[in-house]
């Protein structure tokens, strides 16, 4: 939405947002230019899988992969994967429009932030880091941009709904995927207005179960207004019937067990 030229240059195929067999979820594309895939623990090996197999029938897909399982040193991941084309760290929103536009020229990437590439054999890792907005707003919603709307009209299953209200994490756990190789250090937002149409989109689809992504909520002021809107919000419309965050680490006054 915010590329005039990936707009008017790129056919999207509709994404898959559940867990599937191997065989229908290679069912529905014939022949893509890219496939992209966000890879956690829970889905790495379906999605090593598909990879391999959109590699081995249509060898000029560009791969790309992004997310938390995706190592942020990746030359061994590389190795082991040879159907992998790119890599991303960090945040993707501005990674993943430009490695778009250079694809359409070549598959040069360098120069693009927090991108590895295969060159050959060889991984080729730039280390430059994306300077991250600190206006989040800037990218749109998926659920306000309507999206989802086809899925939650055509859908059978239940489905559950994520929403962020900022980025960022001051910590440095060796255990947690927040504030480490290139992740934001430093809180970046979204505005409060955005975050309440987002929650009122989910209780006007009647989703249950509402996930925050949030490092730390509760450790912000506003987060108080959010927890009231989420409130109002449930008793206009009884939806979300859950709300799931992780809670902050430093903010009893506002953290009630």
């Given at each position: 939405?915010?590329?005039?030229?990936?707009?008017?240059?790129?056919?999207?195929?509709?994404?898959?947002?559940?867990?599937?067999?191997?065989?229908?979820?290679?069912?529905?594309?014939?022949?893509?230019?890219?496939a992209?895939?966000?890879?956690?623990?829970?889905?790495?090996?379906?999605?090593?899988?598909?990879?391999?197999?959109?590699?081995?029938?249509?060898?000029?897909?560009?791969?790309?992969?992004?997310?938390?399982?995706?190592?942020?040193k990746?030359?061994?991941?590389?190795?082991?994967?040879?159907?992998?084309?790119?890599?991303?760290?960090?945040?993707?929103?501005?990674?993943?429009s430009?490695?778009?536009?250079?694809?359409?020229?070549?598959?040069?990437?360098?120069?693009?932030?927090?991108?590895?590439?295969?060159?050959?054999?060889?991984?080729?890792?730039?280390?430059?880091?994306?300077?991250?907005?600190?206006?989040?707003?800037?990218?749109?919603?998926?659920?306000?941009?309507?999206?989802?709307?086809?899925?939650?009209?055509?859908?059978?299953?239940?489905?559950?709904?994520?929403?962020?209200?900022?980025?960022?994490?001051?910590?440095?756990?060796?255990?947690?995927?927040?504030?480490?190789?290139?992740?934001?250090r430093?809180?970046?937002?979204?505005?409060?207005?955005?975050?309440?149409k987002?929650?009122?989109?989910?209780a006007?689809?009647?989703?249950?179960?509402l996930?925050?992504?949030?490092?730390?909520?509760?450790?912000?002021?506003?987060?108080?207004?959010?927890?009231?809107i989420?409130?109002?919000?449930k008793?206009?419309?009884?939806?979300?019937?859950?709300?799931?965050?992780c809670?902050?680490?430093n903010?009893?006054?506002?953290?009630?067990?």
């Open positions: 939405e915010t590329c005039p030229r990936i707009k008017d240059t790129c056919e999207f195929q509709p994404f898959l947002y559940h867990v599937d067999t191997p065989e229908n979820v290679l069912s529905n594309y014939s022949n893509p230019d890219v992209a895939f966000s890879v956690s623990m829970w889905n790495e090996q379906l999605v090593l899988h598909v990879a391999e197999e959109i590699k081995r029938r249509w060898p000029q897909c560009l791969i790309i992969m992004g997310g938390p399982q995706v190592p942020h990746p030359e061994e991941y590389f190795a082991r994967h040879p159907f992998l084309d790119v890599s991303v760290k960090s945040e993707g929103e501005e990674a993943f430009q490695i778009l536009l250079r694809s359409m020229e070549g598959r040069d990437f360098s120069g693009i932030p927090n991108v590895s590439w295969r060159d050959g054999e060889a991984c080729v890792v730039n280390t430059l880091k994306h300077v991250q907005p600190k206006d989040l707003d800037m990218y749109p919603s998926p659920y306000l941009e309507g999206l989802f709307d086809p899925i939650m009209a055509e859908s059978e299953i239940e489905l559950q709904a994520t929403i962020e209200t900022n980025r960022g994490c001051p910590f440095a756990c060796t255990f947690c995927f927040w504030g480490e190789n290139g992740l934001s430093k809180y970046r937002f979204h505005g409060v207005g955005r975050v309440q987002e929650i009122e989109w989910v006007q689809n009647k989703i249950r179960y996930f925050n992504a949030d490092s730390n909520f509760g450790m912000h002021e506003r987060d108080e207004e959010i927890t009231r989420l409130v109002d919000t008793s206009k419309y009884g939806y979300p019937e859950k709300f799931r965050t809670f902050g680490k903010a009893d006054a506002r953290i009630h067990k």
